[in-house]
């Protein structure tokens, strides 16, 4: 169960950066569909290890820790990067406030 999710985390992560490109021409460049699909991508390899009966908790660990050594953002355009980039410090900062008041 365990491998088979982080290898369900790899695998949608992978599958994403292989059609990036298509997103990329059928979104019309717009960086903000292309932040939003990051963004759900660990949930997207949750429900599709779900499915098919293995760990979704580690396949959303897997494709995020994908993401970030896989170099999809190094790779994508740039309007992406410097939408990415802020919506990642953004909700750095809002959860790190969130542990902050939990505290």
Do not use: C
Not at 31 to 51: D, K
Request: aromatic fraction near 8%; avoid cysteine; proline fraction near 2%.
């Amino acid at each position: 169960m365990a491998a088979g999710g982080l290898l369900a985390g790899v695998a949608v992560t992978w599958g994403y950066s292989k059609s990036l490109r298509l997103i990329t021409r059928w979104s019309g460049d717009d960086a903000a569909t292309q932040t939003v699909l990051l963004l759900l991508l660990p949930f997207a390899a949750y429900l599709i290890a779900e499915h098919i009966g293995v760990s979704g908790i580690l396949a959303a660990v897997a494709s995020g820790m994908t993401i970030g050594q896989s170099g999809i953002i190094r790779n994508a355009p740039l309007a992406m990067r410097l939408r990415g980039n802020s919506v990642w410090a953004m909700l750095e900062f809002v959860f790190n406030g969130m542990v902050f008041i939990m505290l």
